[in-house]
């Protein structure tokens, strides 16, 4: 089956530093890769859509310049929380979408998320 | 606009069957999905539906009314491994084929 992985799985981080989190789709091509937040007890919030080659696209509400999302191959997207406080401590989980593939419907695959902790 | 609606929290009895309702009013349609999220980790799809009726998969099943805009996941010989979130999410079929809305999620207690 479809597998997607994160990297790093968790992170601790001082306030003002920057974190990269990688997401990979391993067996497949996704030419678009989605980014989520979840915070404790809540459900997902599309953050941004990552497509390959392209700009991405960001939900309202949701700095681009805070969170830089480069979709540098069909395999991998990677988010970079730049300049991070406390407040962007949360759950970051991607998914994606086989393309090219004789797929029944859009199903999407998650990563096993990466939780980032700043201090 | 985009609105999905659960129940928050639910609770039900080991052996038992549960339905946890969706309703959605979304700007397309391209298929709903229910997955299931332990605390901590990705969620894992349970269940599509595109087409109106009953989907049975093992303990597990969903159902679609496209004309209300209602969906169920039905639990059934609950698990104390069920104890879970479950989201349901709408492929609005927006410009890529594949935007998601997730909605809120349903948080299972299953007590022995």
């Known amino acids: 089956g479809a597998v997607v992985s994160q990297h790093p799985s968790r992170v601790i981080c001082k306030s003002g530093t920057s974190v990269k989190i990688e997401c990979r789709s391993l067996?497949?091509?996704?030419?678009?890769m989605f980014w989520y937040r979840q915070f404790p007890k809540k459900s997902l919030m599309l953050m941004a859509t990552?497509?390959?080659?392209?700009?991405?696209?960001?939900e309202q509400g949701v700095e681009k310049d805070k969170f830089l999302i480069n979709h540098a191959s069909l395999t991998l997207s990677t988010l970079t929380v730049t300049s991070a406080h406390p407040e962007d401590s949360s759950f970051y989980i991607c998914?994606?979408?086989?393309?090219?593939?004789?797929?029944?419907?859009?199903?999407?695959?998650f990563g096993p998320g990466t939780r980032l902790t700043v201090l | 606009g985009q609105n999905i609606d659960q129940p928050t929290e639910m609770t039900a009895t080991e052996g038992a069957i549960v339905q946890i309702n969706c309703t959605y009013q979304?700007?397309?349609?391209?298929?709903l999905f229910w997955y299931q999220q332990h605390a901590g980790e990705a969620p894992t799809f349970l269940s599509y539906?595109?087409?109106?009726g009953l989907e049975e998969k093992g303990r597990f099943s969903s159902f679609l009314s496209r004309s209300k805009g209602y969906s169920y996941l039905l639990l059934k010989e609950l698990q104390m491994k069920d104890s879970a979130s479950y989201l349901c999410?709408?492929?609005?079929?927006?410009?890529?084929?594949?935007?998601?809305?997730f909605g809120p999620g349903t948080r299972l207690s299953v007590l022995p």
């Open positions: 998914s994606a979408s086989p393309t090219g593939l004789a797929v029944s419907y859009n199903e999407q695959f």
């Open positions: 067996d497949f091509q996704a030419t678009t």
């Open positions: 990552s497509n390959e080659g392209s700009k991405a696209t960001y």
């Open positions: 979304t700007s397309g349609f391209n298929g």
């Open positions: 539906n595109v087409l109106d």
């Open positions: 999410a709408v492929d609005e079929d927006g410009n890529y084929g594949q935007n998601f809305v």
